[in-house]
C-alpha cells in the first residue's frame, strides 16, 4: 500500500507571496491532518479534515487554510508569506473517526523556505 | 502555553545501554500518550502508545512508562541500537481527539 505522499518535497519563495502543497493520503483514509515543525517547537497542529470538512483547527492566523477533495486528497494553502512561516509542513492521514485514536501515518513533509 | 515538554533537547547513549527519554504534561485530560521516531528527512512514524488507565506498556525493546500523579511519561529503549538514533516526539490526546506534541529529544547512539 502506498504511503502518504506530499508534493513538492521542497519549495522556495519571497515574503507576501503565496503557496500550496499538497498531500496524497493512504487510499482509504478519510482523514488528513496538517502540521508545522519548527526547530525546538515540536509539530504545532494547523487543522485537520474528515470526509472534506474542517473538523479541527489548531491556533494559526487566517493566512494558513486547507481543503480537502472528494478523494480525500488535501491541500494547504499559506497567504501573504512571512518569514517565520519558514518550516517543515507535514501531512499526517488517519482512518480517524471520532473515538479512540488511530494511528497517524505521515508523508515525508514539504520544506518551505521564505526569504 | 506547552502542555507537553520535552526538555532534554538531545540525549547521547552508549550502543547497548538503557536509553531514557522524558515527557512532561500538564493537561490532565488527555486519555492516550504517544510516543513518534523521526529521520531525517522522512515524516514521524508511531513507535508506541499508552491509555491513561495503564501505567506501562512493552514492545519489544520500547518500553513506556506513565506517571499520572507526577504527569510524566518516559521512553526506554533497551538495548540501545545504532538505528535508534532519531529524533522522538511525545504525544498527547485530547478530548478532542488531536495531538499535542513535544518538541522533540534527539537521541544519539553511539557505537
Known amino acids: 500500500k502506498a504511503g502518504v505522499t506530499q508534493t513538492p518535497r521542497y519549495l522556495i519563495k519571497t515574503r507576501g507571496q503565496q503557496v500550496t502543497l499538497s498531500c496524497s493520503p493512504i487510499?482509504?483514509?478519510?482523514?488528513v491532518s496538517w502540521y508545522q515543525q519548527t526547530p525546538g517547537q515540536g509539530l504545532q497542529f494547523l487543522f485537520e479534515?474528515?470526509?472534506?470538512?474542517?473538523?479541527n483547527k489548531g491556533n494559526f492566523p487566517g493566512r494558513f487554510s486547507g481543503r480537502q477533495f472528494s478523494n480525500s486528497r488535501s491541500e494547504m494553502n499559506v497567504s501573504t508569506l512571512e518569514l517565520g512561516d519558514s518550516a517543515l509542513y507535514l501531512c499526517?492521514?488517519?482512518?480517524?473517526?471520532?473515538?479512540?485514536?488511530?494511528?497517524?501515518?505521515f508523508g515525508p513533509g514539504t520544506r518551505l523556505t521564505v526569504l | 502555553d506547552q502542555q507537553v515538554k520535552q526538555n532534554s533537547p538531545s540525549l547521547s547513549v552508549q550502543e547497548g545501554r538503557i536509553s531514557i527519554l522524558n515527557c512532561d504534561y500538564t493537561?490532565?485530560?488527555?486519555?492516550?500518550f504517544l510516543w513518534y521516531k523521526k529521520y531525517p528527512a522522512e515524516g514521524p512514524t508511531f513507535l508506541i502508545s499508552?491509555?491513561?488507565i495503564k501505567d506501562k506498556n512493552e514492545d519489544g525493546r520500547f518500553t513506556v512508562f506513565l506517571n499520572k500523579s507526577a504527569k510524566h511519561l518516559s521512553l526506554h529503549i533497551v538495548p540501545s541500537q545504532p538505528g535508534d538514533s532519531a529524533v522522538y516526539f511525545c504525544?498527547?490526546?485530547?478530548?478532542?481527539?488531536?495531538?499535542?506534541w513535544g518538541a522533540g529529544t534527539k537521541l544519539i547512539i553511539k557505537p
Open positions: 487510499s482509504g483514509h478519510r482523514s
Open positions: 499526517a492521514s488517519s482512518l480517524r473517526q471520532q473515538g479512540p485514536y488511530n494511528e497517524q501515518f
Open positions: 493537561n490532565s485530560m488527555f486519555d492516550y
Open positions: 479534515y474528515f470526509s472534506e470538512t474542517q473538523r
Open positions: 504525544a498527547g490526546m485530547d478530548s478532542n481527539y488531536q495531538l499535542i
Open positions: 499508552i491509555s491513561s
